[in-house]
């Protein structure tokens, strides 16, 4: 399966943004899909990570109650809708996806990234 993400911008404090992670090559609802972050000089943090039935979401307990992970299995899309965002958010997003049915919160643990998009948060 091949990823790509897109819907990275710069926003404002407190603003919303929904990022999109497109498969092709696989169907997305076959893989568990991640999401991950990274700052300059930092490493890729988990975000928050979709289970293979689509319903199941696990977060970081920075995002938590602010962004939600779902997927539209007819455009073959998962999503990350990020709401209140903080300049502490700004970062590249990647999403990630592995053929396990496992919440990994591990970067080791999903075999297909796509490139990234940068999101700007300013305060």
């Known amino acids: 399966v091949q990823l790509q993400a897109s819907g990275g911008g710069l926003v404002q404090a407190e603003g919303s943004l929904r990022l999109s992670c497109k498969a092709t090559?696989?169907?997305?609802?076959?893989?568990?899909v991640g999401w991950f972050r990274q700052a300059p000089g930092q490493e890729r943090e988990f975000v928050g990570v979709?289970?293979?039935?689509?319903?199941?979401?696990v977060y970081s307990d920075s995002v938590r109650g602010r962004f939600t992970l779902s997927r539209d299995d007819a455009k073959n899309t998962a999503y990350l809708q990020m709401n209140s965002l903080k300049s502490g958010d700004s970062a590249t997003y990647f999403c990630a996806t592995t053929y396990r049915n496992s919440a990994s919160r591990s970067t080791s643990g999903y075999e297909a990234w796509g490139p990234g998009t940068q999101v700007t948060v300013s305060s």
């Open positions: 979709l289970s293979m039935n689509g319903v199941t979401a």
């Open positions: 090559g696989g169907t997305l609802s076959s893989y568990t």
